[in-house]
């Protein structure tokens, strides 16, 4: 537990300067990665005509986005929503909104793949000022998440079939959630980089925790600095050991220090958009504890698929990377 102990302290030594420089970024994630195409078609005013907390913005191949309100039947009706689809909802982080990337590239791979009810979260007027607030925030937009996925499944909509992806805060404010329904279990929550100032040492019910979904998968790509190291899920992968990315500025160039942040907190939903379009992207290696994975000293094969649930057996996988898009080793 000596590494972990370690990025512990290197963690909370560096969350002044973290605040700091995501105030300065305006939590902009999308720096020296892969250029934007189309990406903001049809998503402009749509979270800036309406003085409401969350917003719910629905995205299928077969109709322009739309709003769907909670308690609201007919909002949901002229959606397009197909309860015959799988349903994805996308919860963004600090900062940021569904106009972003974390949204974006994910939604894109999802549109490009099958057919989907791709829904964006958009909580962004609840943390867009400094961090300790938005982590209020994130208790409120997770308590309001409930109330929708509580409503859809009233619709007929099966809890079972939810599929929640969060992105640092967004992680959380799934975790939330899903502990807040109770009437039964959300078939997966995706945890990408989960955030870990604010997080350490609260009660299990206030971020996201393995008992949140009938499956929690986590994608560890920042643990040196922003996210989470200890397992979180009930499987756990450490893209290139988790601590940071090959390809995004050192930390310790204190010229870089923001796109450092930037760069290696957003790999993991970058790598998440890969494993939709590529099913077969990230081969992983089992670990027998998080001092492997951390450094890299798994050795034992397996057919585990980073983002793929149906090739999933519980446990830590570390996964090697490229360091410029498309990310994966694999040609497949």
Request: aromatic share 10%; hydrophobic share 35%; net charge neutral.
């Amino acid at each position: 537990m000596c590494a972990l102990a370690t990025l512990t302290g290197l963690a909370l030594a560096a969350t002044s300067v973290i605040l700091l420089v995501f105030a300065t970024t305006n939590g902009n994630l999308n720096k020296k990665e892969p250029p934007r195409t189309n990406q903001k078609k049809n998503l402009t005013n749509l979270s800036d005509t309406t003085d409401d907390n969350v917003q719910f913005i629905l995205f299928t191949r077969q109709h322009p986005p739309h709003r769907i309100k909670i308690n609201d039947m007919i909002s949901l009706k002229k959606s397009g929503f197909n309860t015959s689809n799988p349903t994805k909802i996308i919860i963004h982080g600090f900062q940021s909104s569904i106009k972003e990337d974390v949204f974006v590239a994910n939604k894109n791979a999802y549109m490009e793949s099958g057919d989907y009810n791709v829904i964006g979260m958009d909580w962004s007027s609840l943390c867009e000022f400094e961090y300790l607030s938005a982590v209020g925030g994130a208790r409120r937009a997770g308590k309001i998440l409930a109330e929708f996925l509580n409503w859809l499944s009233g619709t007929g909509v099966a809890l079972n079939e939810l599929h929640l992806v969060g992105h640092s805060l967004g992680a959380h404010v799934a975790g939330i959630a899903g502990h807040q329904i109770k009437t039964g279990l959300i078939g997966r929550i995706t945890g990408l980089d989960p955030a870990a100032p604010g997080f350490r040492e609260v009660d299990p019910e206030l971020k996201l925790d393995v008992k949140d979904a009938k499956l929690v998968d986590i994608i560890h790509t920042y643990i040196r600095v922003l996210s989470i190291a200890q397992p979180m899920g009930h499987i756990d992968f450490y893209p290139n050991g988790g601590r940071w990315q090959p390809g995004c500025p050192d930390i310790y160039d204190i010229w870089q220090v923001g796109e450092s942040l930037v760069c290696n907190h957003a790999r993991a939903y970058y790598f998440f958009a890969e494993s939709i379009r590529n099913k077969h992207a990230f081969k992983s290696k089992r670990c027998n504890s998080v001092e492997e994975a951390l450094y890299g000293r798994c050795h034992e094969e397996t057919e585990v698929y980073m983002g793929q649930a149906e090739t999933y057996k519980s446990g830590l996988y570390y996964i090697r990377t490229r360091a410029q898009p498309p990310y994966s080793l694999s040609n497949n």
